[in-house]
């Protein structure tokens, strides 16, 4: 625990103007970031006496271990300056809302030559038109159902309109008449655009001006005595009514705007948004936030402003946001949403009417979502509080431990040993740590084993050793660490100075291992032999469910009702799904794998051109150099590599048709070299429908052979 006196700035440094600050730990990693209309007087709250500080800001204080600040001219640029930092650092200590799911959205690729209406999730992309969020695709879906007789947009996938095209028959929305089917040129280009623009201004709220040309078409089509045409559109007419009853009216003057409404103790909160465009409710969010830090309901709602508009842009976001309460002060974020809009936003609180009585609903809304998720959430702070509590009693630790790394060992038969390390901090699941390994038998440039067969002790030796190698690295600081071949499936981690740590940078309070007391004592030994005796280890063995400890005949035994029992077995299990997800792709590729593979410079590309030119690996195999060599883009070296490649290759034994005892010949394409086939199921070939795996021998002799 930090003194915050030992990092505090000397009286004068801190500069009387707004600003951004930023408090790392010992780590130097960013663990809170804030804004402020004077430096001086904000910063001057966090080094007062401790026992005055809110519980939350003194844990935050004491585990900082300096604090670092940037001037800028104006709140506006603080806010979007705190915005961007949060964003880019993840801080443990502040405000950060989970989306209790991902929202899924109506979205119309107006950037393509033919739109296309389809659901669409996660980052919006430029030149997409979205409405929305809805609570559950089928509502997406039965809305776009309804209109699609009065708007025949493409709806299909790529593939199936590039495949129309060419056959110059339409699918069967074509048929039916819920598709225009451009596809085969029954309407052009322009003409399709403009559908796809009124069935946006449909979705945007202009639904009456709409209703009532068709109304006027259907009334001339019937002077006219064209009743078939009229019965269409009457048709029509009725479809957008039924999916305009979908979203009742709730506002009137068709009113464009966002409500967001708390719901919050002493722990969490939150927050429910609703989005109403042309008066009609359009889309429902919620989030849930651990109150890591002291805020006042309108510090949430500022974060939540942050979260919503961050990344939005001219009518994403809408003319009124009714908040419960005021962010203090409001000018700031007043204007920092009025520039992102690029017209007036009014922000308020509703006071009287229909506006107000929608807030409670929405208020309503959130009070049920936050009591949802505290009866499922098996995180809660209190329990997960406990469960660290238990854990640091049980193993005897000084502290609880805060950040807890696990290991597990996965093959199948001693084949493609793969290892996994997942991480919790503070009892959640922080998946961007989360590595993969290869057992190849060696740490850096020295061998120290074998790296073939079944022998998970050595294997879990040497992946702490790789492991805690790497965080030595980082804290003696010897520079950029050079991957040398190790195998680790991560991406380049960011440098120290950035505030994010290097990849194996933070050490954890507790190593778990997959396994019992052998599994323990490898990784005992391993960081022995690193001279690290400052991070415990245990062990969790599946069949009785005891804690290893090292140095231990017996075992530790947690109360099967135990929240801290739990907890190791959540982690456990974390480990143990995320080291067989990689080991079954590992083994489905190798499965794929043909003679092919082995020539060393030979692409999928050209491995498809060589398929494509020959038919199949039995005619490239009997083909001579010369032919090879007439491949686009093969020469003679290449042509001799992929002539010794099939000659050495055994060619697979004939398949034979059960039914009939017909010898099957096997002048098929090569499958590795078939890039655009589906790819295996889960868990890859050898596995049954069920997804365990398929082995050869007894059902005793098979069984425990997958780790």
């Known amino acids: 625990m930090a003194d915050p006196s030992s990092y505090r700035p000397k009286p004068g440094q801190i500069p009387d103007a707004p600003g951004v600050y930023k408090f790392r730990d010992e780590h130097r990693r960013v663990i809170y970031v804030g804004k402020a209309k004077s430096l001086r007087q904000r910063l001057a709250n966090y080094f007062q006496d401790l026992a005055g500080l809110h519980p939350r800001t003194r844990s935050m204080v004491t585990t900082a271990a300096s604090v670092e600040w940037t001037v800028v001219t104006t709140e506006v640029e603080a806010l979007q300056l705190e915005y961007s930092w949060i964003k880019e650092f993840d801080p443990r200590f502040n405000v950060k809302y989970r989306d209790d799911k991902s929202y899924p959205y109506l979205a119309v690729t107006m950037n393509e030559e033919f739109p296309r209406v389809q659901v669409m999730r996660g980052a919006k992309k430029k030149g997409v038109r979205y409405f929305g969020p809805y609570g559950h695709a089928w509502a997406i879906r039965d809305t776009v159902d309804l209109l699609l007789r009065a708007f025949p947009v493409r709806t299909c996938s790529a593939g199936v309109f590039k495949n129309a095209a060419r056959t110059g028959r339409p699918c069967l929305l074509g048929y039916i008449g819920k598709c225009s089917a451009p596809c085969v040129e029954r309407i052009t280009p322009d003409e399709h655009r403009e559908l796809a623009e009124d069935f946006c201004d449909f979705m945007a709220g202009r639904t009456g001006t709409y209703i ?120 700031p974020v007043q204007e920092w949403l009025t520039e992102r809009r690029g017209a007036n936003v009014s922000l308020r609180i509703p006071q009287r009417g229909d506006k107000k009585a929608l807030m409670e609903t929405v208020a309503r809304n959130a009070q049920q979502s936050l009591v949802l998720h505290k009866t499922k959430r098996a995180s809660d702070l209190t329990t997960r509080s406990r469960a660290l509590e238990e854990i640091a009693a049980a193993l005897e630790l000084d502290s609880a431990p805060l950040r807890i790394e696990c290991y597990d060992i996965s093959h199948l038969q001693g084949d493609d040993v793969v290892a996994s390390m997942v991480v919790f901090e503070d009892g959640l699941a922080r998946k961007s740590e989360y590595r993969r390994f290869q057992i190849k038998g060696r740490v850096g440039d020295t061998q120290i084993w074998h790296g073939e067969g079944q022998d998970d002790v050595r294997s879990m030796h040497e992946v702490i050793m790789r492991r805690f190698r790497r965080y030595l690295a980082e804290k003696e600081r010897t520079g950029e660490w050079v991957d040398e071949e190790t195998g680790e499936v991560s991406d380049n981690g960011p440098t120290e100075e950035d505030g994010r740590p290097k990849r194996f940078a933070y050490p954890p309070q507790l190593v778990v291992v997959d396994g019992g007391q052998p599994q323990v004592a490898a990784a005992k030994r391993a960081l022995d032999e690193l001279g690290i005796d400052d991070i415990a280890v245990c062990g969790l063995a599946k069949r009785l469910e005891e804690v290893w400890v090292p140095d231990e005949d017996d075992p530790v035994i947690l109360p099967r009702t135990s929240e801290g029992l739990y907890l190791l077995q959540r982690v456990r299990d974390e480990a143990h799904r995320f080291a067989i997800t990689y080991q079954r792709t590992k083994r489905a590729k190798r499965f794929k794998a043909g003679p092919l593979d082995e020539v060393r410079g030979l692409g999928d590309a050209r491995k498809r051109t060589l398929i494509k030119h020959f038919g199949s690996v039995k005619r490239l195999r009997s083909a001579t150099i010369d032919q090879i060599c007439e491949v686009p883009g093969v020469g003679r070296k290449t042509a001799e590599a992929i002539a010794v490649a099939l000659a050495q290759a055994a060619p697979a034994a004939p398949a034979v048709n059960v039914t009939t005892g017909e010898i099957l010949d096997d002048d098929e394409p090569f499958a590795a070299a078939d890039d655009d086939r589906e790819p295996p199921a889960e868990g890859g070939p050898g596995e049954n429908e069920s997804g365990e795996p398929v082995t050869a021998g007894t059902p005793e002799e098979r069984r425990g052979q997958e780790t």
């Not at 722990?267 to 109403?276: D, G, P, S, T």
């Not at 919620?286 to 979260?307: N, Y």
């Not at 508009?309 to 809408?318: C, K, L, N, S």
């Open 212 to 331: 009532r040309r068709l109304e006027r078409q259907m009334t001339d089509a019937a002077e006219e005595m064209e009743y078939e045409r009229a019965g269409r559109l009457r048709d029509d007419i009725e479809a957008l009514k039924k999916a305009m009853e979908k979203s009742a009216v709730v506002l009137a003057d068709a009113t464009d705007a966002d409500l967001i409404a708390l719901a919050e103790d002493e722990l969490e909160a939150a927050v429910q948004i609703f989005h109403v465009r042309g008066g009609r409710v359009r889309g429902q969010r919620g989030w849930v936030t651990d109150k890591v830090e002291a805020v006042t309901s309108g510090d949430l709602v500022e974060h939540a402003l942050q979260q919503l508009y961050g990344e939005e842009r001219g009518d994403a976001v809408p003319k009124e946001v009714l908040v419960p309460a005021l962010p203090d002060p409001i000018e």
